[in-house]
């Protein structure tokens, strides 16, 4: 019993999303963090080697419902002098980046991933095989590569990511890349949709400092997307799309509580009328270590070509050039 | 790992069904209650607060087959001086009430829901906000609010119920009222069909009542069907169809042995020859306190337009008109 | 909590499938032993009498994949001077005995299973009673019958299954009969097709021996397809067909390391150019009792009508006559 660990957390609140036309109420979960169970473990082998697993699957604990298997995290690794390599199903480079950089983690109805070039960047893969270095005076970094697993094609539906990480004292600076293929796969950045030969490329630069009173969060970056595909969001065509996303954020711990606040804005380069923004204010107040009470607020701002959506009840159905918001209050029990 | 508790219960047994015309032989599951696997855990946060949850799904233990999420209960709670607030998939306030009125404590083959007003009565319901109150001198009660989530329409698929308790003693006395629209759904009363504003309003009074030798079980209800619907039990039409339904019911506890039984009958007021009734009858001897050996006989009558059929393996198919028994015999274990 | 048991295996690796065409690379789940997430517990009743339970699901650990419910077993059993009896999802008597005589324990992409008489012989089956004997100077044995659940015909779909064992100090003799019959069902010996009445009738006669410097196993099996049937992979009609299989196999444990081979023939006696056989060699090295890593190598080898392919990444399609190879490298980890 003492070689696994049963954790999870449980997010649930009201919500109130407005898709710029109607509201819709109701109860939604994971709106500070993703509701999920899981299992862990730990072993040191000796000689400095350890293997240790994950298997965490993400639920939704206003309906009860949930997928099978572990939607979230399924790898097992060695750590050593080497550093750490694990196989599976986990974050990809560019995630590992915007989870250090993001006022929010990259949790729950804020997370900048969800906004983060227009939304649809990957970030949990399946397949995957990462190296995470040790820390060297600060810096440290990972690599990552996704086997495509498509029969004599080994680069088709192959993604490969590189981070780079500096924290030293309050700084706190990440670069990431990560590259990503899509052939023939029915699902292309999120969206149903074919990718006939489509790279998906993105370039992240970002820092966190913390002061005495407050903490400053910024990030920018660039996302390309390159060849012939057909994505339900996007048309059919050979792409040559590029944008350009930028995030500044702020978070104000208050003793039990603190206060998070950023703003996300996506220029669309070769799309008109595509660009969105969105910008996220949070109020947490921590009843115990495990247990958060939290207000969230959510708004996006699309042009006329974009749908940049809020989380929410799934009946709260979004449409292009419509302005989305959405109000959350609940608690957040981590066990 | 104190933070959460796994538990759940194993339930298996042989099970002989007979539909009417042909029987049945095999193995099911939850015969005498649903075998399920769950995850729980309550924290102090100090101050008379506590958060609690529950995340408990149900499974069949005959064959492994199972759905995925938590189709049981999954919910977060507050409890305090105000008494007890969750949010989640949770029993409704009818559900609450048959749980204490029903010999077999709304558990198993003979679990009074399944024949209370013909069956189908919901139970456990997704995205509800539920309090419970404190007992103050012997009464206590609960609320409960169903978000219906529907885009621009709160009342839409609402249900909203009310249950009030008074126990001193040997007695229990439940009242409980529950009402839940139904509007486009494409399940309507645990039936295919469509409702399109459908009302489903459910009275019942009842009370339970400790002699030294054993005890007496027995309600009374009332339910209505109010509106437009297309359900594949009961056709289309505007519906105003009231069905009352009677139950009474014994336990003779005999040491680690107790003998239960249940007669209920459902009269319904607006269809003609749809009437039917069920008894059930169960031996328990228990081996410890987490498990227990049962024999459970059920059965049920039916007029030509009824179809109330009794649990068992999923082969057995009842048609209208036909009676129905079922005879199981099998192992419960809890842990 | 103590009433409980939380266990599993995590098992990923590099696969390097051939398919007689193309070459598929990628990470694949349970190479040496299936990953799995499980729940089981024993309690002790008193009196010699214990009830144990055990309910086990396979996941995809490259992947996160997995379905619901609990695929690989889901039983419970009384334990007493009678023996065991269970009932639920659990091994057949021909699955218990190549256990016992497989190198690789019917476990992984070696498993010997998914080689005898050309793969698809049932091993866990649902709504399955088993009775297994205690000990008796040496010799032991079981019992399985198998519900077939189907209406007014306790014959249809049914299965039993007999095994005898023989335990002597290094002499390990097993012998299995099984015979399930396919009528209605949507999947015939893991096909898609429609038995009509098809029975499928397995006996099996094995032995292992082990020496000092290394262990021998071997067993020979012969089984037959009789009745009216459509079967995805055999086609419609009448059948009455005999394969006679064979295995030879050896285990050489050095130390913390462990060499495992076998090879396994099958001949098709009624169907011409549809024999063929396999080979599996796996080294493994433990790096504690609990995590092992392994490189394992599998090759089929097909007549005309013969597809008997290797475990891997999914994408690797396989088609008649052709010869498959698989190499696999990973880590093994229980919990």
Chains 1, 2, 3 share one sequence.
Do not use: C
Not at 42 to 69: A, C, M, P, R, V
Not at 105 to 114: D, K, L
Not at 143 to 158: H, K, M, P, Q
């Amino acid at each position: 019993q003492s070689s696994v660990t049963v954790y999870g957390i449980v997010d649930t609140g009201f919500s109130s999303i407005d898709n710029g036309t109607d509201r819709t109420n109701g109860l939604s979960s994971g709106n500070n963090s993703a509701s999920r169970i899981g299992f862990k473990g730990l072993e040191d082998l000796g000689g400095g080697l350890q293997t240790e697993f994950k298997l965490e699957n993400g639920i939704s604990t206003d309906d009860g419902s949930g997928g099978s298997g572990f939607s979230r995290y399924a790898y097992i690794g060695l750590n050593g002098a080497f550093g750490k390599i694990r196989m599976g199903r986990q974050d990809n480079q560019i995630s590992e980046a915007i989870i250090k950089l993001d006022p929010f983690s990259a949790a729950g109805v804020g997370n900048a991933r969800n906004f983060y070039a227009g939304g649809g960047v990957p970030q949990r893969q399946p397949n995957m095989l990462t190296w995470l270095s040790n820390n060297y005076g600060g810096f440290s970094g990972s690599l990552g590569y996704i086997f495509g697993e498509v029969e004599d094609d080994n680069s088709a539906n192959r993604g490969i990511g590189a981070q780079l990480s500096y924290e030293n004292g309050p700084l706190n600076i990440q670069l990431a890349y990560q590259k990503q293929n899509y052939n023939g796969t029915t699902n292309v950045l999120g969206f149903s949709g074919t990718g006939a030969d489509l790279d998906d490329k993105n370039i992240l630069l970002g820092a966190t400092y913390s002061f005495a009173a407050l903490k400053l969060h910024g990030f920018y970056g660039e996302r390309k997307l390159e060849g012939p595909a057909t994505v339900a969001a996007l048309g059919t065509g050979n792409f040559n799309d590029k944008i350009r996303t930028a995030m500044l954020g702020i978070t104000i711990p208050l003793g039990a509580s603190a206060i998070r606040a950023d703003y996300i804005q996506n220029d669309n380069k070769d799309i008109d009328d595509a660009d969105n923004n969105a910008w996220v204010a949070s109020y947490t107040y921590s009843l115990s270590k495990r247990t958060t009470l939290y207000a969230t607020y959510v708004r996006t701002d699309n042009d006329d070509n974009s749908v940049m959506s809020v989380s929410g009840p799934s009946a709260a159905n979004f449409t292009a050039g419509e302005n989305g918001s959405g109000a959350y209050l609940g608690i957040n029990h981590k066990f």
